[in-house]
């Protein structure tokens, strides 16, 4: 019902930015909040951000609040991560995501999700 396509990752030295975006398609708007997450290898799947397409406030993990910014162009049915001030720890597969639950912050509670972009900071 809702397919998510994710880009813009890439290799980024460290304090560089990169913007990601998520294009939704589908019946992207039953979903009532969009997220980012993000997995080391190694590590279980991290929550970052989220943003909800009916407005309201954005909520962050505690390791990027500060340097990440979600945002979203209804229009386009588009979410956007801007990574700014990167660090090597931030270096993992990040993941696009889609929920029926407004208030969703964990991974289980996202209903669709992304294949995935590779971003790298090097130091």
């Known amino acids: 019902q809702v397919q998510l396509v994710e880009s813009g990752g890439g290799l980024v030295q460290a304090g560089g930015s990169l913007r990601l975006s998520c294009a939704a398609s589908g019946r992207t708007f039953s979903s009532y909040a969009m997220g980012w997450f993000r997995q080391a290898p190694g590590k279980e799947r991290e929550f970052v951000a989220r943003i909800n397409w009916s407005g309201g406030p954005t909520y962050y993990a505690d390791s990027v609040k500060g340097r990440f910014t979600i945002s979203r162009d209804n229009v386009k049915n588009t979410v956007y991560l801007q990574m700014n001030s990167l660090k090597p720890e931030d270096t993992a597969i990040y993941y696009c995501?889609?929920?029926?639950?407004?208030?969703?912050?964990?991974?289980?509670?996202?209903?669709?999700w992304g294949q995935g972009t590779q971003v790298t900071v090097s130091s």
């Open positions: 995501a889609a929920s029926y639950n407004k208030y969703a912050t964990i991974a289980h509670e996202y209903n669709y």
